[in-house]
Nanobody, 130 residues
């Protein structure tokens, strides 16, 4: 069974940091582009970041550029989202997503929409509050 499981969420003060992890089971992430999304209460799901299959291309929403960093470790079958300088408006449930792509895909040259991904995790809550 193909599964993505997020972890690392929690309560943090404004200006603090968190690192989210998303581990895959039932498949290997080597052939997949990966993304992070978030959804705050009463708001639509928002794309946060994307990383290409090779890891050589990344993309970010304007709201998180310079503060968040996406990375992947294929040996650990895991994708990460390092979040620094957190703000109250970053509060949301964060989801990771995956889609199988070919080696020459330009999938992350622009920030993909949610419907472009095939697999989703269950989400992890991030709350930024003093």
């Amino acid at each position: 069974q193909l599964q993505l499981v997020e972890s690392g969420g929690g309560l943090v003060q404004p200006g603090g940091s968190l690192r989210l992890s998303c581990a895959a089971s039932g498949f290997t992430l080597d052939n997949y582009a990966l993304g992070w999304f978030r959804q705050a209460p009463g708001k639509e799901r928002e794309g946060v970041s994307c990383i290409s299959r090779s890891g050589g291309s990344t993309n970010y929403a304007d709201s998180v550029k310079g503060r968040f960093t996406i990375s992947r470790d294929n040996a650990k079958n895991t994708v990460y989202l390092q979040m620094n300088s957190l703000k109250p408006e970053d509060t949301a449930v964060y989801y990771c997503a995956a889609v199988r792509v070919n080696p020459y895909s330009s999938f992350c040259r622009t920030l993909p929409r949610g419907y472009e991904y095939n697999y989703w995790g269950q989400g992890t809550q991030v709350t930024v509050s003093s």
